[in-house]
């Protein structure tokens, strides 16, 4: 019978996913884990495995905690121009959003694990596109009702969502001013509306 844990492991891997999410894989160290989470090493060894296996413990925690919340936000009844905004008021005009200038774990991960970690980049590749599925599944609803104008379909809007998103996540980390995401946003959605009937 396995020993059951001492600590809380949501609480863990959420303390350990905002370390590696400011810092990088290469830059985050067990050590460093181990004084912001108060565990011994040994306990981190024995709870998640060696840094590569806690990486990609972290990168599961971050799709389900962060990028799935993304989707629950969305309701297919309301106007695709109606859900994005809110989206994008929540997760990027909103003031009180902390998080906001560490960007996007998964478009840092990919970027910084192309050249050095194949491994871990083939294993944050597969979750993007897991993120991409379920985006697909989203707008493809719109698709199926005729919500859209002739000659944009789901693949289209994915494509062009994510590509925004993560465009604003990268200049999130620059701390471009809440002015500048809201123009760029306020872009956006003007172009989505042409979309949409």
Not at 117 to 133: D, H, N, S
């Amino acid at each position: 019978m396995a020993k059951k844990r001492q600590f809380d492991e949501i609480e863990v891997l959420g303390v350990m996913a905002k370390y590696f999410w400011q810092h990088g894989y290469a830059s985050t160290k067990v050590d460093q884990l181990s004084t912001v989470t108060g565990l011994t090493k040994t306990s981190i060894y024995n709870a998640f495995g060696n840094k590569e296996t806690v990486f990609k413990c972290i990168v599961d925690f971050y799709v389900e905690h962060h990028m799935s919340v993304v989707l629950k936000k969305l309701d297919s009844n309301k106007s695709i121009s109606e859900n994005l905004q809110y989206l994008f008021d929540s997760e990027f005009l909103n003031p009180e959003n902390d998080l906001l200038t560490y960007g996007c774990l998964i478009t840092n991960s990919i970027v910084e694990l192309k050249s050095n970690e194949p491994a871990l980049y083939e294993y944050v590749i597969k979750k993007f596109e897991q993120g991409r599925i379920a985006t697909l599944a989203f707008f493809t609803q719109y698709e199926k009702t005729e919500r859209l104008i002739d000659g944009i379909d789901a693949e289209h809007l994915t494509d062009y969502f994510l590509t925004f998103r993560q465009g604003l996540k990268v200049q999130s980390r620059g701390q471009r001013p809440h002015e500048s995401l809201a123009r760029s946003i306020h872009a956006f959605m003007l172009v989505l509306s042409t979309f949409e009937k």
